[in-house]
């Protein structure tokens, strides 16, 4: 008779495993949470389909049973006690959407002593604890996965892991903080202020229990960390990453980028060195008509750069509640096709030598290459070519000079844009500029990414 070879060569237990329902287990339910539960009821039969099996929500740990009861119905056990559900035999998967670094990693640590997969969307927790938390389930081969950290809504950690496996990433550059890219846009479009602009992307969900994470560059610091570990297979490295975010950003900078041709966005970039790794967060100009300088609102991009596919580009909402519930659930259905296969056989959720400690280093911030935009006031118009020199003198290269448009309020200003150049020298170089008679005030500098080569 014949007998199908894969099916009579497959252990009984895994053939269980394959049919039984994902028991999912979720600590947290505020706006990704209740995203999760919505689109997992909504759109079970496609998700079951996809996932080989039923994918079950069982248990939600939350602070305020009261209001989780009005979103999850009787359909779901409740309980305040998050270690309830990390721990509890039943679970097969914990989904980890609170946030935070303190309990949660204790949580999650938990889960997989336990034996359970960890499905998390808190970056935060990962590119601080994360070289501990991977290191724990690879000791009890289980899966920590976190498509919805990053880029909520774009499947960047899929790409990198297993679209681009044939790569060497060369850099990988995005705008990965939807808060900001949002603040930005609104400024720039709408006029609105700062605070007003923050205001509304609260309202709407998309900044972080703590705001300044956003406007400091910190939640993009942490993404970023998640991606170069992919990307280059380095560890994590959150502490050494450079972080600037946008609050010390100047309107009149906005303006003058705009006149030179540039939008400014607040950029996370990973890039590959000789010596080491670049690995920085901070407002940079691009040019104006590149894809990157559209991208508007909360939305996301990503561009990677790799040795065989070349460019490549990935777009989609960065934050809110069903975009994050998309790459969660995405997730739990890779659980439940990889539950009960061997840890071997799985493309890992790091990069291939994240856990070598003599990996990649993080190069100095003396050691950043890129050109820069320069904002030099000063005293009379005619001192444009004094600027010039004075920069071509400490060996920057200068591309282009010119004059910032007049506005009420504002002093004369010389804009420059450089060539390539260390930041080491261009800091020396800022200095003895900012020494001369000729500059009336500080001089501003941003860095500028071409993102094409
Ligand atoms: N606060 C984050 C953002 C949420 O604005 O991008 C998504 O990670």
Redesign the pocket.
């Known amino acids: 008779m014949y007998r199908d070879p894969v099916e009579s060569l497959e252990p009984l237990h895994h053939r269980q495993a394959a049919i039984r329902t994902l028991r999912v287990g979720m600590i947290g339910i505020g706006t990704v949470g209740s995203g999760t539960f919505r689109v997992l009821a909504r759109n079970r039969a496609d998700i079951a389909a996809r996932a080989g099996r039923s994918i079950e929500l069982v248990m939600v740990a939350a602070r305020n049973l009261e209001r989780a009861a009005g979103i999850v119905g009787d359909s779901v056990a409740l309980t305040a006690d998050a270690m309830h559900v990390a721990t509890h035999p039943d679970i097969d998967v914990v989904v980890e959407v609170a946030g935070g670094t303190g309990p949660a990693r204790d949580w999650v640590l938990a889960a997989i002593a336990h034996g359970k997969h960890v499905v998390t ?1 808190n ?1 935060a927790l990962l590119a601080v604890h994360g070289a501990e938390i991977f290191a724990a389930a690879r000791e009890k081969g289980v899966i920590v996965a976190y498509e919805g ?4 809504s774009i499947p960047i950690i899929k790409a990198l892991r297993e679209g681009l496996a044939a790569n060497r990433i060369e850099w990988v550059a995005g705008i ?7 603040i930005l846009s609104k400024m720039r479009d709408e006029g609105l202020d700062f605070a007003a602009a923050l205001a509304q ?1 609260q309202a709407l969900g ?3 229990a703590d ?1 300044s ?2 406007i400091e560059g910190i ?2 610091a942490h ?1 970023l960390t998640l991606l170069a570990a992919n990307a280059f297979g380095m560890p994590l490295r959150f502490a050494d990453a450079q972080v600037e975010g946008i609050t010390a950003l100047q309107g009149v900078d906005v303006a003058c980028a705009e006149q030179l041709g540039y939008r400014i966005k607040l950029l996370g970039v990973a890039r590959r060195q000789a010596a080491g790794v670049e690995l920085r967060v901070q407002p940079v100009l691009v040019p104006a008509a590149h894809l990157m300088a559209q991208v508007n609102g ?1 939305m ?1 991009a990503v561009m990677v750069k790799s040795d065989a596919a070349g460019l490549t580009m990935y777009y989609g909402a ?3 509640s069903e975009q ?1 519930a998309s790459a969660v659930i995405a997730d739990l259905v890779d659980v439940a096709r990889l539950d009960g296969v061997h840890a071997a056989q799985h493309v890992p959720h790091l990069g291939v030598h994240a856990h070598a400690t003599n990996a990649l280093a993080v190069l100095p911030r003396a050691a950043v290459h890129t050109s820069h935009y320069l904002r030099v006031p000063v005293h009379a118009l005619d001192q444009i070519q004094a600027i010039a020199a004075g920069l071509a003198e400490r060996k920057v290269p200068v591309r282009q000079v010119a004059l910032a448009a007049e506005r009420p309020g504002v002093g004369p200003q010389v804009l420059v844009l450089t060539g390539p150049v260390e930041q080491g020298a261009l800091d020396l170089a800022v200095h003895a500029l900012q020494a001369r008679a000729e500059v009336a005030g500080p001089v501003t500098t941003l860095r500028v990414e071409s993102l094409e080569g």
């Not at 950290?149 to 909520?152: D, T, Y």
């Open positions: 969307a970056k950290a990053v880029a909520v990965i903080n939807g808060t900001t890219n949002f992307a998309y900044a972080e705001p994470f956003d939640d993009a993404k909360s996301n960065g934050a809110g994050t």
